[in-house]
């Protein structure tokens, strides 16, 4: 059983820097691909951030380009999500996710984080 504990989110001011991280259990982490999707009030949820099993390939929300670095450490089956010169249009609830099968994103893979709350202040 896929499990992703997500934390490292919290209430910061614009121009700020917050690093999410998500521990993952239950398979073979080093061939998964990953990424993090976010969702604001009243809106959809977004890709934020993908990236293949090699780290090859990566994508990034147009948004975020830049400013945003998704990278894993195999070592400790981690994800992270580097957010630098945050903007309060990033303030939404951030998801961990990912895709045993492999990179399809944007679409979603099966597995989801129980999400960590981001909030940027101007």
């Known amino acids: 059983q896929v499990q992703l504990v997500e934390s490292g989110g919290a209430s910061v001011q614009a121009g700020g820097s917050l690093r999410l991280s998500c521990v993952a259990s239950?398979?073979?982490?080093?061939?998964?691909?990953v990424a993090w999707f976010r969702q604001a009030p009243g809106k959809e949820r977004e890709l934020t951030a993908a990236?293949?099993?090699?780290?090859?390939?990566?994508d990034y929300a147009r948004s975020v380009q830049g400013r945003f670095t998704i990278s894993k450490d195999n070592n400790k089956n981690t994800v992270y999500l580097q957010m630098n010169n945050l903007k309060p249009e990033d303030t939404a609830t951030y998801y961990c996710?990912?895709?045993?099968?492999?990179?399809?994103?944007?679409?979603?893979?099966?597995?989801w984080g129980q999400g960590t709350q981001v909030t940027v202040s101007s």
């Open positions: 239950g398979g073979l982490f080093s061939s998964w691909a």
């Open positions: 990236l293949s099993w090699s780290a090859k390939i990566s």
């Open positions: 996710n990912v895709n045993p099968r492999g990179y399809y994103y944007p679409t979603p893979g099966d597995y």
